[in-house]
T-cell receptor
Framework: DTAVSQTPKYLVTQMGNDKSIKCEQN?????MYWYKQDSKKFLKIMFS???????INETVPNRFSPKSPDKAHLNLHINSLELGDSAVYFC?????????????FGPGTRLTVL | DQQVKQNSPSLSVQEGRISILNCDYT??????FLWYKKYPAEGPTFLIS?????DKNEDGRFTVFLNKSAKHLSLHIVPSQPGDSAVYFC????????????FGKGTLLTVNP
């Protein structure tokens, strides 16, 4: 059983489109995250939800909107995609909201904007 | 502004020898450090961590050393195995930054048979 799953694994789309990435965890964790790994390989946090409450919201364009319908799901919707949004997006979860707690990552979604 | 730096993009070692991966940080508020390992086409997985009140933590073949005065930590893998070939990310946590993880760019370790 996959602990943290993301769909789709690959996403190729045109500039200006709107797309969503879905994430689900079956670990019973109360905190979920979205990270972006850009071309320079930095892994940077974008958002974090604890019990469906937004607790971390980094300096991310408001074209990015996370949605957490329940503790097991955290989706990422991106409006008006731009070339610079091309990256690998990782979802993660942990029990507890502190970075001290081990985070479990999904396999990533490679987004390519043409 | 890179608060966590891994200055070696890659490292190659022979099987059975020691691998030493280095990490430097600039934020003195960091109080907890973690290493994550990442295989291609997979997400990172937690490897080992250390609190700032300690200077060493060991787990099997993996040992992390922390030198707070130098703002430097290192991950030692002994003996190195081909299956250890992966990208290793150093990460740091500060309570003052809402406990978020700040990652370095990673070091690609290749262990040659």
């Amino acid at each position: 059983d996959t602990a943290v799953s993301q769909t789709p694994k690959y996403l190729v789309t045109q500039m200006g489109n709107d797309k969503s990435i879905k994430c689900e965890q079956n670990l019973g964790h109360d905190t979920m995250y979205w990270y972006k790994q850009d071309s320079k390989k930095f892994l940077k946090i974008m958002f974090s939800y604890n019990n469906k409450e937004l607790i971390i919201n980094e300096t991310v364009p408001n074209r990015f909107s996370p949605k957490s319908p329940d503790k097991a799901h955290l989706n990422l919707h991106i409006n008006s995609l731009e070339l610079g949004d091309s990256a690998v997006y990782f979802c993660a979860s942990s029990q507890g909201r502190r970075g001290y707690n081990e985070q479990f990552f999904g396999p990533g979604t490679r987004l390519t904007v043409l | 502004d890179q608060q966590v730096k891994q200055n070696s993009p890659s490292l190659s070692v022979q099987e059975g020898r020691i691998s030493i991966l280095n990490c430097d940080y600039t934020n003195s508020m960091f109080d907890y450090f973690l290493w994550y390992k990442k295989y291609p086409a997979e997400g990172p997985t937690f490897l080992i961590s250390i609190s700032s009140i300690k200077d060493k933590n060991e787990d099997g073949r993996f040992t992390v050393f922390l030198n707070k005065s130098a703002k430097h930590l290192s991950l030692h893998i002994v003996p190195s195995q081909p299956g250890d070939s992966a990208v290793y990310f150093c990460a740091a946590v500060s309570g003052g930054s809402n406990y978020k993880l700040t990652f370095g760019k990673g070091t690609l370790l290749t262990v040659n048979p």
